[in-house]
């Protein structure tokens, strides 16, 4: 199953340092493949690197994609962190 999401992130930190690091964390308990991109770049949502890359600020537009078994329950728990629900 393949889900596509855009998110506006709303974490007060953006997505660096340690809300990239919980956003891997979480993405790799699942086994569906996560791309995430901001403008032209994109890259593995399961690559803590990948993620600073994009060196996403409060106000950036994500968009997420999943495919595989467990798209949803991912996405779902994915959106949270870039909304600022989790920390």
Do not use: C, W
């Not at 506006?8 to 340690?18: D, S, V």
């Not at 803590?48 to 728990?77: Q, S």
């Amino acid at each position: 199953m393949l889900i596509e999401k855009k998110i506006t992130i709303k974490n007060e930190q953006g997505l660096h340092a340690r809300p990239a690091a919980i956003f891997v964390q979480i993405a790799n308990k699942y086994e569906s493949d996560i791309a995430v991109k901001k403008g032209r770049q994109e890259v593995n949502g399961k690559s803590i690197m990948g993620l600073l890359t994009l060196a996403a600020e409060k106000g950036a537009k994500l968009h997420i994609k999943v495919n595989g078994p467990d798209a949803k329950e991912a996405i779902e728990e994915l959106e949270k962190i870039i909304l600022g629900e989790m920390s």
